[in-house]
Structure formats: C-alpha cells, structure tokens
C-alpha cells in the first residue's frame, strides 16, 4: 500500500518542472497528485518524470486546468477521466486512478481541482456548485465500492474560518461562500475523513500563499488543497502535513505539497 499521498497544484508543469522534480528526489513521496497543469497531453513532461523513477497518468489542458496522478516505481491504472453528469464539460478537473500494491489491490486516487467559482455571482461560480454536486455523486458511488479511497487536490474551498489568515479579506471571495462552503461540508459528511483537520483540528495550516498579492513573506494563506480519506484509508492514517518550505523556494508553485502518510 502507498504510505505517503501528496497534492500539489503546481501551476504550470512547464514553468514548475525544475521544482517538481526536486521535490520527488529529495521527498520521494509514493503517490503524487497534480492540478493546473496548463499543458496539452502531448507537452506532458514524461521522460522527465519517469527519469526520476515515476510513472504517470495524466489529463492536459493548454488553460488553467490538468490533472495527473504519479506513482513512485508503478504506473497508476486509469479507472475515470473526467466526473458524470454534464456531458458537454471538456475541462480537464478530474482523474480516478488506482495505484497497484503488488499484491492484487491497490489504492483508489483521485486528483481534482475544482473551479474557482469567481467572478461570483455569474456562471463561474454557479458551474462551481454543479461540479461540486457532481463530485459529491462520484464520492457516493467510491463510498459505495468500499475500497481505500483519497480524494486530493486543490479543492478551491476555505472550508472554516481558521483555513484563512483573514476572514475579512477574503469574505467577498468565491472560496468562502457559504454555499460552496456547505457543498465541502456535506461531501465530507458522506462518510470521508479530512485528514489534515483530523491531525490538527484548531489553527492555521496553509497550503496557499498568492505569488501575486505578495502573501508568503506575511505568511497571508490559507488551506484550499484537501485530502479526504475513505474509512478503509482513514484507518490507515498515521499523519498530515504540508511541505511548506518548498513554497518558499525560488520560482515555486504558490501552492506547497500537502500530504498524508498511511500505515
């Protein structure tokens, strides 16, 4: 079974490479979950990823979407590309994979980044909600499969008010509207634990500081990059954290890898 499952939106495989690959030689994390790729399928760096001992299925998009799912010394196996219920949707915001245990059962992964949702009110943050639902249905059936499950990535949500270095600052934004905010809420009650609030309930843990509002240097993040774990994974929990430091690191994603280790 993979013991360390790491989201990292990484805002731009292209622009980010260099850091990505450092991150997977000095962490070796297991399982790594990618969002906002920004390139087509055929520009996916490959050869690169599998030079440092990783295989990959992945999802591009050349705008602001992508998803992908790396495993250390295995290739992941695709099971879903893309969520059910709105046909015509050709972002590229979800991938279900299952990671191999070689021993004839695997890990169930899946990397999604949901919409922004702003400018809000408008379409924007009402596709935000329609996709939230239809991420909902998805986890219901994984529930339903009982299987270990990990449901990673940039889920664009302050799920609290202590996800925020500032509540006042960010009450007008998408990520922290109340019904987008009851959307999390509700996947999580199907049955999911979230496992960074489970290992530290009260208090700040970032996984974003905005590159462009100058925010790291004031520490001014907050948590939008969740891991919810099936019951048959969150019995498995030993910890959850975020590598912080490499969002410090010259040219880095504004997102730091976040994880959680199972037993």
Known sequence: MPRKIVTYNVNGI????PRLLEYLTEAQPDVVCLQELKASDDTFPI???????YGAVWH???????VAVLARGTTPVERQRGLDGEPEDEHSRYLECVVPDGEGGGLVVASLYLPNGNPRPGPKFDYKLRWMDRLAARA???????VPAVLAGDYNVIANDDDTYSVRAMAEDALMQPESRAA???LVAQGWTDA???RQPKGGMWTFWDYQAGA????????????LLSPMAADRLVDAGVDKEYRGREKASDHAPTWVTLK
């Open 140 to 146: 219901r059936a994984l529930l339903a499969q009982e």
């Open 14 to 17: 292209k622009a980010r490479l």
């Open 184 to 186: 999390f809420r509700s």
């Open 60 to 66: 591009g998009q050349k705008s602001w979407n992508g």
């Open 216 to 227: 790291w240097p004031r520490d001014a993040g907050f948590r939008i990059d969740h891991l």
């Open 47 to 53: 050869a690169d990823i599998e030079a440092v001992g």
């Open 196 to 198: 960074l609030r489970t």
